[in-house]
Structure formats: structure tokens, C-alpha cells
């Protein structure tokens, strides 16, 4: 599928395969135009990179420093943390949805990443405290088998 007129790529996550990293930034700059893809990794995502400088991709320091020099709002995001503790009816389940989330996402790539199951789980007890949940949502056993971490 050929997507006209994208310049920017912006990926949340390590993929699987540095070809799925590649496939996606090549949407950016066809046609002769310019294109950048940017990724966001955690911490534990870092090797990710290692990968990419064999195929001749590099990180661009002058814009990971731009990126974090950028003004945070932390008025925003305590109000919504302190909605999410004090159940706000839309963020609160929210909050606990993309807590699932977090959770599936990194135990489908911990083997990639070389995450253990306690890792795994320390990261999506780190999102909820981050999104002000009170308490970190439990896992049924069948949701923990389908995800891996028992």
C-alpha cells in the first residue's frame, strides 16, 4: 500500500525486525521527496539501535536533545493523573486499558528484547503509578497465561 506525501514516521516501540523498522520509515520520501522516522524507545529498547547502526541508520543526537530539552507540562499531565485516582468515569478505565496494553505489547516482544516475565510486569506497574492509577490492575490467570507471565 503506497501512502502519497508522508514525510514523517513516528513509531512507538521496537519492532520486531529491523526490515519491520525499515519497511515502515521507507512510507517517508518517495517519489524523490525527504522523510524522517523517528522511534520512541524505552530504556530496555536501546539495543534496538546497535542493529540499525549496521544498516547504516544513526541516531540523530542533535534532535534526541532538541526532543528532550522540549518543555513539559506537568500541570496536565498531575490534572489528568489526579482524575484518573479520583475514578474520572472515561480516563479511569482508559488508564486501566492501556495498562493492558503496555502489558501485551512488551510480553509479545520480551524474548526480542530479552525481558523476563518480572521485567515485563515491573514496566506496566511503572505505567500505572505514571498514569495515577491507585493500584495496578490484576490479571485474571487466564489473561496471565495468554499473556505469558505466569
Known amino acids: 500500500m503506497d501512502y502519497p506525501d508522508i514525510s514523517v514516521v513516528l513509531q512507538y516501540g521496537a519492532p520486531n525486525t529491523k526490515e519491520g523498522y525499515i519497511h ?12 524522517i522516522g523517528l ?8 539495543r534496538f ?8 541508520i544513526y541516531k540523530n543526537t542533535e534532535l534526541e536533545k532538541m ?6 507540562t ?14 474520572h468515569r472515561a480516563l479511569l478505565p482508559a488508564a486501566e ?13 520480551a524474548e526480542f528484547l530479552s525481558l523476563s516475565n518480572a521485567q515485563v510486569l515491573d514496566l506496566g506497574k511503572s505505567f500505572a503509578e505514571q498514569a495515577g492509577l491507585n ?9 496471565s497465561k495468554d499473556l505469558n507471565l505466569l
Open 67 to 72: 526532543v528532550l530539552d522540549l518543555p513539559s
Open 97 to 109: 486499558t492501556a495498562y493492558l496494553s503496555i502489558l501485551a505489547y512488551y510480553s509479545a516482544r
Open 24 to 35: 515502515r520509515i521507507g512510507r517517508t520520501g518517495r517519489a524523490g521527496n525527504q522523510g
Open 135 to 143: 493500584k495496578t490492575p490484576e490479571l485474571s490467570e487466564a489473561l
Open 49 to 56: 539501535l546497535a542493529g540499525l547502526r549496521k544498516r547504516r
Open 39 to 46: 522511534i520512541v524507545l524505552l530504556p530496555c529498547e536501546q
Open 74 to 87: 506537568p500541570d496536565a499531565l498531575e490534572t489528568a493523573r489526579t482524575l484518573v485516582r479520583n475514578s
